[in-house]
């Protein structure tokens, strides 16, 4: 039986004021480079401030706000 828990999905799933973890980067080495350079590393919690399928996502990740592109939200696997 699967534990609900340790499934990951992709943060374009998420909505706004939804809460999230890192749990890895999908992308090549450029992107998952610039992810860690912006403070979006594996481990770390995040909340959408807003975002949804179509349109790009504003994160908020301690006190800093970031702006990714759905397609880039496709890349970053959470729980």
């Known amino acids: 039986m699967e534990n609900i828990n340790l499934i990951s999905k992709s943060l374009s799933n998420l909505h706004t004021g ?16 610039k992810m860690l350079a912006l403070g979006l590393v594996p481990g770390k919690e995040f909340e959408i401030l807003k975002g949804n399928k179509n349109g790009p996502f504003v994160l908020k990740i301690d006190e800093t706000r ?10 970053i696997m959470i729980k």
Do not use: Y
């Not at 939804?18 to 480079?33: A, W």
């Not at 970031?66 to 890349?75: F, I, N, Y």
């Open 18 to 33: 939804e809460k999230g973890i890192v749990t890895s980067l999908k992308g090549g080495k450029d992107f998952r480079n």
């Open 66 to 75: 970031l702006m990714l592109g759905c397609g880039m939200a496709e890349k």
